[in-house]
């Protein structure tokens, strides 16, 4: 593994955008809403399940154009389901020029309650509808709520997937070793847009800007992830802080935008391992 990590042209950061496209087992709704009263347990909660379906109704198609505008290429993370409810939305999300993500099933079957049979079927059956619907087989795979299970990135590896975007501990993508073979673990945000739901959507600007400045100016080479949601941050709440968030990060001249896939060939391709002591300052 080389000793050296950096960025392509030596960028300061690189920053990517991810956007989930998500659904619920039927008659479930998202267990997070805008509402401040939650209808009692054992109601079905159609005002949620509604909320929950705004992200493959319209507001995937806000994204695609905020990201357009913006000249973005994305990393879509897309339920399976999704795929097969929204099949213009998904196809369409090719077409403008983005990834779209392996990212299970049903957003509420998380890998971690599975059996690894009952894993590794849901894996691939995802990938299969996604490769159906797209007319390209996903690189990469977003676990849903991150709750992946120790065998998950074995079971990605036998898919000979590129990357996976569950990494929870590192700052910065690497490639690590599974039974099955090599993967680019990828981290993700720690503050998606979701983490607004009652609060003013300005709370995005003020963590978003603050972190990219603070690794931009004192961590380079440095990794940041801006993730959104189709039902939430497609939203045009939640779109206009966003909008301001991109023109920021894109002013600095030291930026390398890129999608998850692009970041893991090139780590896959340089054998980046990043040593923690480098955050240590003489």
Not at 78 to 91: D, F, R, S, T, W
Request: proline share 5%; hydrophobic share 40%.
């Amino acid at each position: 593994m080389t000793s050296e990590y950096k960025w392509p042209n030596g960028k300061r950061i690189a920053v990517s955008v991810t956007a989930m496209l998500e659904t619920w087992s039927e008659g479930k709704a998202p267990p997070y809403s805008v509402q401040a009263s939650p209808v009692k347990q054992g109601v079905v909660d159609h005002a949620g399940i509604a909320w929950g379906s705004y992200g493959g109704k319209v507001g995937v198609y806000r994204l695609i154009n905020l990201f357009r505008e913006n000249g973005i290429r994305a990393t879509f993370g897309v339920n399976g389901k999704c795929a097969e409810l929204y099949p213009e939305a998904v196809a369409q999300i090719v077409k403008s020029g983005h990834d779209v993500a392996g990212h299970a099933y049903y957003q509420d079957q998380l890998l971690s309650y599975m059996t690894p049979e009952e894993e590794r079927a849901t894996i691939k059956r995802s990938l299969d509808i996604l490769e159906k619907i797209t007319g390209q087989r996903p690189v990469g795979w977003i676990s849903p709520s991150m709750a992946f299970s120790e065998h998950t990135r074995r079971f990605l590896a036998e898919e000979k997937l590129l990357w996976h975007g569950d990494a929870r501990d590192s700052d910065l993508p690497r490639v690590v070793d599974t039974p099955s073979g090599t993967i680019v673990h990828i981290p993700g945000s720690d503050f998606t847009d979701n983490r607004v739901l009652r609060s003013s959507s300005m709370d995005l600007w003020d963590v978003h800007t603050q972190t990219f400045d603070y690794l931009y100016h004192r961590e380079a080479p440095a990794f940041m992830v801006l993730a959104m949601h189709c039902h939430f941050g497609g939203r045009p709440m939640i779109s206009a802080v966003m909008d301001k968030v991109f023109k920021h990060v894109l002013k600095h001249p030291e930026v390398w935008l890129a999608t998850y896939a692009e970041i893991a060939q090139w780590v896959a391709a340089n054998k980046l391992v990043a040593d923690p002591r480098r955050l240590l300052r003489a």
